[in-house]
């Protein structure tokens, strides 16, 4: 199993573009989650999935939309980047809802200039 | 509103001897706490979690301690070894809602 993935690794937009942010799991998780790590801030929910075909907000989702169509992917997307959102972005998966430890992945570090 | 806090940003500690993370929290209906460690550049990986029905569990060379009068937990490395340099997250989560919500991390550095 890869577990979970994300690319790109690296990113550097201009503000006002937009992008997607890519994860992806192989272990049929039904739960799926994105967080941002800025500097002394810990992590912080911007959306979350409990399964395909549901989507629920976190504590900073504004500026990101995302969808869930399939069990295995869980793609989030900048609508027009602004240099608040430079951050490294994690996506993250468990098997059930409430669940305990949460797999990540190995984050996407994003720069808007 | 910092629901899950960690006061202490960093913190260095000799190889061999015990380390001691806290991390203090506001909202009593936190169902479960969790332990993450982080390297440099990588995802944050789970280390330990405790119930809030227990006030301790250990997994080798870390244990977990839960107090919930004083909204307060630690983790505890004895001994410590070069690999524990990294930061630690705290985390709790309300089954409730099923959103986990994370300290803002210590980083800790064992001196060899």
């Known amino acids: 199993n890869a577990g979970v993935t994300q690319t790109p690794k690296f990113q550097v937009l201009k503000t006002g573009q937009s992008m997607t942010l890519q994860c992806a799991q192989d272990m049929n998780h039904e739960y799926m989650s994105w967080y941002r790590q800025d500097p002394g801030m810990g992590l912080r929910l911007i959306h979350y999935s409990v399964g395909a075909g549901i989507t629920d907000q976190g504590e900073v989702p504004n500026g990101y939309n995302v969808s869930r169509s399939t069990t295995e992917d869980f793609p989030l997307r900048l609508l027009s980047a602004a240099p608040s959102q430079t951050s490294v972005y994690f996506c993250a998966s468990n098997p059930r809802q409430g669940g305990n430890e949460q797999f990540f992945g190995p984050g996407t570090r994003l720069t808007v200039l | 509103d910092q629901q899950v806090k960690q006061n202490s940003p960093s913190l260095s500690v000799q190889e061999g001897r015990i380390s001691i993370l806290n991390c203090d929290y506001t909202?009593?209906?936190?169902?479960?706490f969790l332990w993450y460690k982080k390297y440099p550049a990588e995802g944050p990986t789970f280390l330990i979690s405790i119930s809030s029905i227990k006030d301790k569990n250990e997994d080798g060379r870390f244990t977990v301690f839960l107090n919930k009068s004083a909204k307060h937990l630690s983790l505890h490395i004895v001994p410590s070894q070069p690999g524990d340099s990294a930061v630690y997250f705290c985390a709790a989560i309300n089954f409730g809602n099923e959103k986990l919500t994370f300290g803002t991390g210590t980083r800790l550095t064992i001196i060899p």
């Open positions: 909202n009593s209906m936190f169902d479960y």
